[in-house]
């Protein structure tokens, strides 16, 4: 059984090799763990019946993996394995720099906002797509990384779009 990463939607690859092994290889080594204590245990895959069931668990397995992201397989009449592969690993947040401009992509509602942070809230108000977030810490008394990160926590969540100074201009 060999792991090799499938073809994206971008035709470069679903992954690269380490993605492909740690998502895969945590999931492959449950399942042979759980295989092994089935067939400690109940004999599943040695008896004469079930001596070929190992050839088609196997490739079903990698299929459903790939396909779906996850797969239920039944052994037989009193064991089924269900297994999913863990999402993606999410890249790191985007680094906020001093002199890019935050704008508004859409304005949160007051039940939503009233439950933030404090310096997100001030900054909130504050962003017109025109100032810099330097100039919106000055302007709302608020230290730069700390406006850094809660502009960056905003980002993230998709309320907000950073541009050079310059694209509006």
Known sequence: LVLRP????DGRGGGGGEDCASRY?????????????????DRLLSTCASRGKLGHILPALLHGLRQEGGCTLALDSGHTMRLELPPPPRPPPPKVAEHLVPALLARPDAPTASTWDLTVRRLLGAIDGVRSVSALAAACAVDVPLAQRALQAL???GWILLTEPFAFA
Do not use: D, F, N, S
């Open 25 to 41: 290889g945590t999931v492959l080594r449950r399942a042979c763990e759980h295989l092994t204590a089935l067939e400690r245990r």
């Open 6 to 9: 499938t073809a994206g939607a």
């Open 155 to 157: 980002l993230v969540a």
